[in-house]
């Protein structure tokens, strides 16, 4: 199984991968000045490198984040095992490194998933 799958399409393994756990809140202060925190959720991002992929890889990736949502499959940290959820994707980037013969070859190439 990949580290990260999307959409059933296995991702190839990234250089980085760092979960990010976010707690979504209301909060404000009562009249007494005491902090008031009412946890309404809490939401996965996960930031994906990879140091090189080939124009194909690259392509398939793209085409697996293309959707506004998607769901991901993925190793969450704080329960140690395989979850999955319902993501969407910020900017992707990439810089490309080598155009030889029409064929791509991609570096650096980074987004984040952010959990719906």
Do not use: H
Request: aromatic content about 12%.
């Amino acid at each position: 199984m990949a580290l990260i799958n999307i959409g059933g399409t296995d991702l190839p393994a990234p250089a980085s991968y760092n979960v990010t756990i976010t707690d979504i809140t209301k909060n404000d202060r009562n009249a007494a000045g005491m902090m008031i925190i009412e946890r309404i959720s809490i939401k996965r991002s996960i930031q994906l490198g990879w140091n090189y992929l080939s124009g194909d890889d690259y392509s398939a990736v793209l085409n697996a984040v293309s959707d506004v949502f998607f769901t991901v499959t993925y190793f969450d940290p704080q329960n140690n095992t395989n979850q999955t959820g319902t993501f969407y994707c910020s900017d992707r980037q990439a810089g490309m490194i080598q155009f030889t013969n029409g064929i791509p070859s991609w570096s650096n190439v980074q987004f984040t998933l952010t959990e719906r």
